[in-house]
């Protein structure tokens, strides 16, 4: 069965510190990757996603990704994390093998320490 | 804002009753899903309906059944609920399937008394 582990529950970053959200799937090809975002009693919003192409993508909010297909990782990455950052990640992965649905990781939680 | 939009925005009701949700896709989509996140379950997904036809079933339920009307907005209907149906409800919604990027609304906060 397709399946999406995030490994740490719950992280905590001091503000302008690097951050790195794990993400790793098992899948037979190549999945389309996602990463969302939902900040406490609000809904998902998209931050990047990976189709194909280059294995390095940019998002919104400073935020990057990098697929790696030996590791079958698609780990989420910001160079200098805010406040405002603090939210509930989301790793997910979809395509055509997975019947169009969506399949979540059970999501990171991000405390920024000031 | 995603162009998502989902009503209502909370629901309180007792075990035992019905209710729907609906979802308005953003301008243009033609596929809409329904997910449930719970504590324990995490975020699961539920149905797809793509232009008024049911395109994928996930682990939905029984007790729950959704429709997409020829104007594309969905409505999810829960019935004889239970407290574990408590839940945030989520629809999303894309332009085709497989390909497309999922963009969500905000949820139905739906609380069983």
């Known amino acids: 069965a397709q399946s999406v582990t995030q490994p740490d529950i719950h992280i905590t970053v001091s503000e302008g510190a690097s951050l790195e959200l794990r993400c790793n799937y098992s899948?037979?090809?190549?999945?389309?990757l996602f990463w969302y975002v939902q900040s406490p009693g609000q809904g998902l919003q998209l931050l990047l996603k990976?189709?194909?192409?280059?294995?390095l993508v940019q998002g919104i909010k400073g935020f990057e990704a990098e697929f790696k297909r030996s590791q079958s990782s698609f780990n989420l990455r910001k160079p200098s994390v805010h406040w405002s950052d603090a939210a509930e990640y989301f790793c997910?992965?979809?395509?055509?093998?997975?019947?169009?649905?969506?399949?979540f990781g059970a999501g990171t939680i991000l405390r920024v320490k000031s | 804002d995603s162009g998502v939009t989902q009503t209502p925005k909370h629901l309180i009701t007792a075990t035992g009753q019905r209710v729907t949700l609906r979802c308005s896709p953003r301008?243009?989509?033609?596929?809409v899903y329904w997910y449930q996140q719970s504590l324990d379950q995490g975020l699961q997904f539920l149905i797809q309906?793509?232009?008024?036809?049911?395109?994928a079933k996930g682990n939905i339920l029984e007790r729950f059944s959704a429709q997409q009307f020829p104007d594309l907005h969905s409505e999810l209907n829960l019935s004889s609920l239970e407290l574990g149906d408590s839940a945030l409800y989520f629809c999303?919604?894309?332009?085709?399937?497989?390909?497309?990027?999922?963009?969500f609304g905000p949820g139905t906060r739906l609380t069983v008394l």
């Open positions: 999303a919604s894309s332009v085709v399937g497989s390909q497309d990027t999922q963009y």
């Open positions: 899948y037979g090809a190549t999945p389309y």
């Open positions: 990976y189709f194909s192409g280059d294995t």
């Open positions: 997910a992965v979809g395509g055509s093998e997975y019947g169009n649905k969506l399949v």
């Open positions: 301008s243009g989509d033609l596929s």
């Open positions: 309906y793509y232009n008024g036809e049911e395109r």
